[in-house]
T-cell receptor, first 111, second 116 residues
Framework: GIQVEQSPPDLILQEGANSTLRCNFS?????LQWFHQNPWGQLINLFY???GTKQNGRLSATTVATERYSLLYISSSQTTDSGVYFC?????????????FGGGTRVLVKP | KAGVTQTPRYLIKTRGQQVTLSCSPI?????VSWYQQTPGQGLQFLFE???????NKGNFPGRFSGRQFSNSRSEMNVSTLELGDSALYLC???????????????FGPGTRLTVL
């Protein structure tokens, strides 16, 4: 099956710093989503971005589908950005669909 | 519009028991998927239901089963619980435009299951 790798696995930032999280995938995909998992476990949707670039406030994401990677940018980080960020991809198949998740990037933003 | 809801939020069971978890999708969403999250294995796909039919199943033993009702609500059942079934179980729903294309998936808050 498709492999999804996220880097770095851990990231410690000072408040106000910028960072880039990367997601590589091993095959072509029809869907790519970025999530932030809060301390209570809920996955919060950040971006639905199978290709192209999107921005939402201090966060932006770019997916280059032909090169099989996606990037999540966090600018002017805040302590509330702490948590685990997941990239998940989906391939449409006749037998049904599923999201395959990367291992996540654990982000800690220090005040 | 209300989000995906899951009940119960927390559950403690003992080995050998069975458990049923419930998921109500976002109104209008007909696809429901279930995922298991553990520290060792990460987030893994369990199964997906669309219009009361299981369309895809992950690599889990037959003790894990599910179903979907006509109102799109879904339940998953785990029989003969093992210690390794302790996990966060997440449900997601999405809107299918044409019955095959998956749109953006939205997750519920999860059910945290502890097996003693």
């Amino acid at each position: 099956g498709i492999q999804v790798e996220q880097s770095p696995p851990d990231l410690i930032l000072q408040e106000g710093a910028n960072s880039t999280l990367r997601c590589n995938f091993s095959d072509s995909v029809n869907n790519l989503q970025w999530f932030h998992q809060n301390p209570w476990g809920q996955l919060i949707n950040l971006f639905y971005i199978p290709s192209g670039t999107k921005q939402n406030g201090r966060l932006s994401a770019t997916t280059v589908a032909t090169e099989r990677y996606s990037l999540l940018y966090i600018s002017s980080s805040q302590t509330t950005d702490s948590g685990v960020y997941f990239c998940a991809v989906e391939q449409i198949k006749a037998a049904g669909n599923k999201l395959t998740f990367g291992g996540g990037t654990r982000v800690l933003v220090k005040p | 519009k209300a989000g995906v809801t899951q009940t119960p939020r927390y559950l403690i069971k003992t080995r050998g028991q069975q458990v049923t978890l419930s998921c109500s999708p976002i109104s209008g969403h007909r696809s429901v998927s279930w995922y298991q999250q553990t520290p060792g294995q990460g987030l893994q796909f369990l199964f997906e239901y669309f219009s009361e039919t299981q369309r895809n199943k992950g690599n889990f033993p037959g003790r894990f089963s599910g179903r979907q009702f006509s109102n799109s609500r879904s339940e998953m059942n785990v029989s003969t619980l093992e210690l390794g079934d302790s996990a966060l179980y997440l449900c997601a729903s999405s809107f299918h435009r044409d019955g095959t294309v998956m749109g953006e998936q939205f997750f519920g808050p999860g059910t945290r299951l502890t097996v003693l």
